[in-house]
């Protein structure tokens, strides 16, 4: 680590979130400044934010500003070698470039409301930020267990809307279509999973979590985070036509891979 003032630390990595793109570092010294943490559960669409960081990692300490463009955003961030899906990121409109990543959304009253982490190529003036409720929720479980614990339930999925007329009766805007992935060996359901001990099977559509419906600001992923390792859940889900519900028991992310 290196401060503003050019003087190194050492760190050791603790640990690394396996869904968002966070890692916890334990840094050599003390008394360092504390960034006040705010609740990102709190920030609306049109608040002023800004961002800082190391711009193309050559320009320390940039400062851009912006507005939240929108919320629980679903983002693939990376390239086609190395990329990784991020729920529930904050859009927004601040400059954020390659080297900004891992530097404090901040709203105007100074509080860290996010971490840059994604820019689109795609798109202009679209970056996006991992919510700070995601990297204290980290932290806890770092100061609880000694390593970061997310609940698994081990299925790949793409979110669709009803298409048939059948599907209009069960009255869901989302739902999570359990599908394989592109790559080879990128199954619907992962061996040993908690899905796979539940008897998920490919092509289901999960439309509700314990009665907590998807929907496209609440994704399958942000409803099962809402769980720890262990915890039952009652999966409401569509298999050929007919809705059924199907008790699952999440695991721990890593356990039973």
Do not use: C, H
Not at 37 to 62: H, K, P, W, Y
Not at 136 to 142: G, H, N, P
């Amino acid at each position: 680590m290196v401060t503003n003032e050019g003087a190194e630390y050492a760190a050791t990595l603790v640990d690394v979130d396996p869904f968002a793109d966070v890692a916890i570092l334990d840094v050599e010294g003390e008394e360092f400044p504390i960034a006040n943490l705010g609740d990102s559960d709190m920030i609306r669409i049109g608040q002023t934010v800004i961002a800082v960081g190391n711009t193309l990692s050559e320009f320390r300490n940039t400062v851009t500003k912006g507005v939240i463009s929108g919320i629980n955003r679903r983002v693939t961030a990376g390239d086609s070698t190395n990329a990784e899906v991020i729920e529930e990121a904050i859009q927004t409109d601040a400059a954020i470039n390659p080297g900004n990543s891992g530097g404090p959304l901040i709203n105007l009253l100074g509080a860290v409301v996010g971490i840059n982490t994604a820019v689109s190529f795609e798109g202009q003036a679209i970056g996006f930020a991992i919510p700070i409720n995601e990297a204290k929720r980290a932290v806890a479980d770092v100061r609880e267990f000694g390593r970061i614990v997310r609940p698994w339930l081990g299925v790949r999925y793409v979110l669709v809307q009803p298409q048939e007329k059948t599907d209009q009766n069960f009255q869901y805007e989302v739902g999570a279509q359990i599908v394989a992935g592109d790559q080879p060996g990128e199954g619907a359901i992962i061996a040993g999973s908690p899905a796979a001990l539940a008897g998920l099977k490919e092509n289901d559509i999960i439309i509700s979590v314990d009665g907590a419906a998807l929907s496209q600001d609440t994704a399958l992923a942000e409803l099962i985070s809402a769980y720890r390792p262990g915890d039952s859940v009652t999966l409401s889900i569509l298999r050929d036509g007919a809705k059924e519900d199907v008790q699952v028991e999440l695991a721990e992310y890593g356990e039973s891979e």
